[in-house]
């Protein structure tokens, strides 16, 4: 299938308080975001015409930027309403929904302080890549080659952009080697997360995710939690070490991308997803749809995992 470019599109991107056709919707090379990677995002997606989690995403992008030292010129209920706005603009109900704030081109130095902050949303279709075969027996992940920095060395609750150069070089290299996506450890050898989606493994019925404290704590993440918890499933958030990965049967990754997507191989590690994993696939997938859940088994899945 051949790719389409993302700056030779048709449709409309909200820039800065106003909407402009999408091939115009450019930035000057000398801005400080190019250079210094001062830039955060969101990565959210509209379901049956709203936008799940909306207020979650945006209050992050706020803080996001706020760990970046810069202020969105716009409010909350600005935000979610340009979100909303740029979905409807372009004629979706189910959409990736991508609002990125960056420093302009004010100054080109570390110093930073008089840059102009930028703010734009663009909205795409997402691509149903229908396998059900894949999603059946898990993607297959292999160790990253970078760790996730410790807090103390980088703003890791932020959703930068500068956060994601360790991610592309470890997943491209998975994707070189045959695999889905990239395990990352933290510093401290602990099991952090994969390129783009947090981690969850099952072992006797109860589920273990790595303490969110240390590389972005997912709205997904979050959202699985309570819906284990509701369904009276025992979550622990502990450090997990890699030795112990033998002793899962079940691992999972989730994200607004990849929602809930089954995991069979992590390395020479096997796991086979079964009835916990599937069972909160298909509650999520209706939770983000407002449908019951009993219709979920029908929708499409998505193996893509990305941030
Ligand atoms: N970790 C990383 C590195 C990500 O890029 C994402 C996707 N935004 C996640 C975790 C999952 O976050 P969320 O559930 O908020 O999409």
Redesign the pocket.
Known sequence: MALVPFDDRDGWIWLDGAFVPWRDAKIHILSHAVHYGSAVF??ERMYNGRIFALEE?TE?LINSAALLDFTIPFDGDAINAASIATCVKNGFTDCYVRPIAWRGAEQLSVSARETKIHLAIAVWDWPKYFDEEKFARGIRLCWAKYRRPPANSAPTAA?AVG??MI?TVSKNAAERDGYEDALMLDTEGNIA??????IFFIRDGVLHTPIADR??D????RTIIAMARARGLEVIDRRISPLELDTFSECFV?????EVTPVGEIAEHRFTPGPITFGLADGYAALVRGEPPAKAHQTIRTVTVS?
Do not use: D, S
């Open positions: 969101e990565g995403h992050r959703k956060l994601y991610c997360e994969t390129t783009g989606a947090n590389f972005l997912g709205i997904t993440r989730v994200g607004t991308a990849a941030a």
